[in-house]
């Protein structure tokens, strides 16, 4: 395990549901956010009994959702700045796809990690062939790995984290 997915696995255990739950309530709900995804919903009664899905299946409704532009996927960000748990120098949520989706390759400046947490998706990194990822699977993208993401027949839910930086200055579908 790379030293980014070392600091995605060290975050995950200070996120505990109680002092997410409380944030949640005080937090100022952005105007541009979505409501809780439907789609959600099903996936998550669907998923097995895991601490981590189980910690999100107390939390998730409590998040602020977006959907990506692109491809319409939701995604919410837990970690981060002006987020529930407000870091600066970090970012993890969670980024849910579609079944029969594609999300095309695209960089970014933060070294990225992503663990499917249920479902799966196949991931391709720098131009190469797709991958199949499950439950359980990590992917790391370091910055500025040209990445893409597709799904068939089952939806995935990943957890990701951005270290480095994560700003969305070099964001970009190449
Ligand atoms: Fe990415």
């Known amino acids: 395990m790379g030293p980014a997915a070392q600091q995605a696995f060290e975050l995950l255990t200070t996120v505990d549901a109680e002092t997410m739950r409380a944030r949640a309530r005080a937090l100022t709900v952005d105007e541009l956010a979505e409501p809780v995804p439907e789609e959600m919903h099903p996936l998550l009664q669907a998923s097995p009994p895991t601490p981590c899905l189980d910690a999100i299946r107390a939390i998730y409704r409590s998040l602020v959702w977006y959907r990506s532009a692109r491809s319409n996927m939701p995604y919410a960000q837990i970690v981060g700045p002006g987020s529930m748990l407000a870091r600066d120098d970090v970012r993890m949520g969670l980024f849910m796809l579609h079944a029969a989706s594609d999300y095309p390759d695209h960089v970014h400046g933060a070294d990225e990690v992503y663990i499917v947490l249920t479902g799966s998706a196949e991931w391709s990194l720098n131009g190469r062939a ?45």
């Open 130 to 174: 797709y991958e199949t990822k499950v439950a359980g699977d990590i992917i790391e993208v370091p910055s500025m790995t040209v990445h893409a993401l597709r799904t068939f027949s089952d939806p995935a839910l990943t957890l990701w984290s951005w270290t480095g930086d994560i700003t969305m200055d070099r964001y970009r579908f190449t």
